[in-house]
């Protein structure tokens, strides 16, 4: 996810997004070590996207770079 998009979103579309990036990110190591999967790079760029959900909820709750909470 580009951080357009990111920054395009409401916080309650980027919560509800943070959460099942989570729960994806957990579901994908716990089967990766309890089984061979042939996806590895979707945990790395999970984990990216959830940096940039963060950093973007971040500067809105903060009011960084002129950008008001949705």
């Given amino acids: 996810m580009k951080i357009e998009e990111v920054r395009s979103k409401t916080?309650?579309?980027l919560d509800y997004?943070?959460?099942a990036m989570r729960k994806e990110v957990f579901d994908l190591g716990f089967?990766?070590?309890t089984e061979s999967t042939?996806?590895?790079k979707r945990i790395r760029t999970l984990r990216r996207?959830?940096?940039r959900l963060?950093?973007?909820?971040h500067e809105r709750a903060k009011g960084i770079r002129g950008?008001?909470?949705r």
């Fill in 67 to 69: 950008q008001e909470p």
């Fill in 11 to 13: 916080d309650t579309e």
């Fill in 49 to 51: 996207t959830i940096s």
């Fill in 54 to 57: 963060t950093t973007v909820l």
């Fill in 17 to 19: 997004e943070l959460g």
């Fill in 31 to 33: 089967r990766q070590s």
């Fill in 38 to 40: 042939s996806n590895t």
